[in-house]
């Protein structure tokens, strides 16, 4: 256990353990729905789990909804990565700036979760409609991030193989 707790970054600890903490201790003080487990150990991963869906919903919707808006603008992709050699600050502030983005997703996502406990769950809605609701959520979820990720790589390949 210990050094799996040692190889999380601040990164991971920051945009996926701490928001997934955050979400269930104040869903289960705020709804009627109970994350928390009493095992430590998978709770860990649960919440980290529950942490890294939100910091996606955070990458996938929240930015470009602020991109759109122009709240945001970001720099070139390619002149990000050569700022980042020069300037190693740049990859911090970048770690914060995604933990706003994680933070703002995860408020969001308490927000509809209230509404889901409040206004929903009175309804009686069968549970099979929310669980498959819920699994096709999250293929679209982690399908878009791997596209996304994918991108980030072949940016950085295209930029090698260019020098």
């Not at 104040?26 to 994350?35: E, G, R, V």
């Not at 933990?99 to 809605?125: A, E, H, Q």
């Not at 878009?144 to 072949?154: A, D, E, L, V, W």
């Amino acid at each position: 256990m210990k050094d799996i707790v040692d190889k999380i970054s601040s990164y991971n600890l920051f945009n996926y353990l701490f928001p997934g903490v955050i979400y269930v201790g104040i869903l289960n003080k705020a709804t009627s729905i109970d994350l928390i487990l009493e095992n430590n150990f998978i709770g860990g991963f649960f919440y980290y789990f529950i942490g890294f869906v939100i910091s996606r919903m955070g990458s996938l919707i929240i930015e470009p909804i602020l991109k759109k808006w122009k709240i945001v603008k970001f720099s070139d992709y390619s002149d990000f990565v050569d700022a980042s050699k020069e300037d190693d600050k740049i990859n911090l502030f970048s770690e914060v700036n995604n933990t706003y983005r994680t933070l703002i997703s995860l408020s969001l996502l308490l927000g509809l979760s209230v509404l889901y406990d409040k206004f929903i769950v009175p309804l009686y809605l069968a549970s099979i409609w929310i669980n498959s609701a819920i699994s096709i959520s999250l293929i679209v979820l982690f399908t878009f991030s791997y596209r996304k990720q994918t991108g980030f790589i072949n940016k950085r390949i295209e930029k090698h193989k260019s020098k």
